[in-house]
């Protein structure tokens, strides 16, 4: 039996064990030479798409935008379907959030990803400098179930705007999706007689991903739990492909005496509770002043109770995707209660939309020795902690391996800008909770062990970019003054230059 991940992992995948067909039967894994072909579709596909300018690019990828606009219900029948969440989630947080991604791509990508020119310094003067930003090929795009089109679209968007063609692996839990987003680039293509092969889908467990990173692509991008990551990125090194990943979080929320209490317990219960926690940069811990600790508390048990947890519009939540997940949570929920914490409100196990799930769960008398305080969830739970002062709550906040996402609440900007500059994480959202990634602009990643790169933003489009430098003579003069024969005065002019350039 091939083993493809660490075998004691929970995530463990092995070709005879195969969990698309496990779950989706109609579905199967597809086969090395299938992903092969692939990525040879795509790099034909590529050798006509890279030679379009940006402009070109774009006026395609606005027919992109348009052709989904246009299919929006029949995307959330399918989100809803692979994962279980409301529809509004599927609609606001995945294609809503992907529209404005592309619209943002399409309005900026001509300035970021325009050549540049740069100064050439004083001793350089007779040279000019130009930055490009070039295609690097074909970028295999491999991503999770949480949200399956978000998370799918964006690197998807970010490469073909950076004139690259994409082979995506979509999760084997909510292959559906990754499927339809196939049906729409074929659609557009078919529809305009062009480019039809522009994105190439591969459906398949674990190890089809893994299939992919070795498939010769120029660049992989990764979003998916810590351990598969660190996986993919091994992998990638034996042929030395760039990846970029984007992994997991315990996102922390910090919430200082001065804050406005209402809004904050809103925010918690929003951001630890929307699409069931299963959020890569949802509220997974949440430290509160001691102050005001009983007073917040007590707002979002309240909040938490009246919370509507089932199927279809009308719901605030809907189902966890599925067993493994739910699995997951109950373990850290038993944990947690072992070691002395106390479960206020939820934590039963639910059936929704025919999948087990959890009731949503608010839990004091939390600490660090407990799991749910320290490794992810990916579930309904608010875990809340007190802290004395500033300077505690930021050494709680830090305390992890991750660095995703985290949030600061107070009305003193000044001890805002403490936690600002101080939390460990790839972003920081100021009195709210996760917006962040809904900012087209921010680029969006993690620092430690939640990631390497980024998505969004220019930072994003120049990932999915070969950076090369064009240094031009000017002149066109007969020689320069390094080049041999040297002139015996380069050397004392050289010194002479030292001294007064460093004086
Ligand atoms: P996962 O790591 O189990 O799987 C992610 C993808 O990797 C899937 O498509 C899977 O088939 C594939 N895969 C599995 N084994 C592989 C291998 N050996 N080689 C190549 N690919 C392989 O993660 P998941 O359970 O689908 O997603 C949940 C995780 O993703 C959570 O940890 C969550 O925090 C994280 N996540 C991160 C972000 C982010 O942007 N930082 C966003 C969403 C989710």
Not at 257 to 282: H, K, L, P, Y
Not at 430 to 453: C, H, K, Q, W
Request: charged share 25%.
């Amino acid at each position: 039996m091939t083993s493809v991940i660490d075998p004691k992992s929970e995530t463990v995948e092995t070709k005879q064990m195969s969990l698309l067909e496990q779950l989706h039967p109609d579905l199967k894994d597809a086969t090395v030479d299938e992903v092969n072909k692939a990525v040879a579709t795509s790099r034909e596909c590529f050798s006509k798409w890279s030679k379009l300018t940006i402009r070109e690019r774009v006026l395609y990828l606005r027919k992109v935008r348009k052709e989904i606009a246009n299919s929006i219900d029949e995307i959330v029948d399918v989100i809803v379907a692979d994962t279980g969440k409301i529809p509004v989630e599927a609609l606001v947080n995945e294609i809503l959030v992907t529209l404005e991604l592309i619209k943002w791509y399409e309005n900026n990508v001509d300035r970021i990803l325009g050549n540049q020119r740069v100064s050439t310094g004083l001793l350089m003067a007779h040279k000019r400098g130009e930055i490009r930003y070039q295609p690097l090929g074909v970028v295999g795009i491999i991503s999770p179930w949480n949200y399956p089109l978000t998370l799918s679209m964006g690197p998807i968007m970010a490469a073909l705007f950076a004139g690259n063609t994409v082979v995506v692996k979509p999760s084997e839990v909510t292959p559906h999706v990754g499927i339809k987003v196939g049906e729409i680039f074929k659609r557009v293509g078919q529809k305009y007689g062009e480019f039809e092969n522009l994105v190439q889908v591969v459906v398949g467990s674990g190890f089809v991903g893994e299939y992919l990173v070795r498939s010769g692509v120029d660049k992989v991008a990764f979003t998916g739990s810590v351990k598969t990551g660190k996986h993919v990125m091994a992998v990638a090194s034996e042929t030395l492909t760039p990846v970029v990943l984007e992994l997991g979080g315990k996102d922390p929320m910090v919430v200082l005496e001065d804050a406005n209490i209402d809004r904050a317990a809103r925010g918690a219960v929003w951001g630890a509770f929307t699409n069931s926690g299963q959020t890569c940069m949802a509220v997974e811990r949440v430290y509160v002043h001691e102050k005001i600790f009983d007073k917040f508390v007590e707002k979002v048990v309240d909040l938490t109770s009246k919370l509507r947890q089932g199927e279809g519009s009308g719901m605030d939540l809907g189902a966890m995707t599925w067993q493994r997940q739910t699995d997951i949570v109950k373990r850290h929920l038993k944990d947690a209660v072992d070691r002395g914490a106390k479960v206020l409100v939820g934590g039963e196990d639910v059936i929704v939309n025919s999948r087990a799930s959890i009731s949503p769960a608010v839990l004091v008398d939390v600490d660090h020795t407990m799991d749910i305080m320290t490794q992810e969830t990916f579930g309904p739970v608010l875990p809340i902690m007190k802290f004395k002062d500033d300077e505690e709550g930021l050494k709680l906040a830090n305390d992890s391996v991750y660095g995703l996402n985290s949030s600061v609440w107070s009305k003193n900007s000044t001890r805002i800008e403490y936690f600002v500059r101080n939390m460990q994480a790839g972003n920081v959202c100021v009195n709210d909770t996760m917006v962040s990634y809904a900012i087209s602009a921010l680029p969006f990643g993690g620092v430690r062990e939640s990631g390497i790169g980024r998505t969004h933003g220019e930072e994003g489009l120049r990932e999915m970019s070969q950076i090369k430098s064009v240094a031009y003579d000017r002149f066109n003069l007969k020689t320069e003054i390094q080049w041999m024969p040297i002139a015996s005065w380069l050397e004392p002019m050289a010194k002479k230059l030292i001294k007064f350039r460093n004086r």
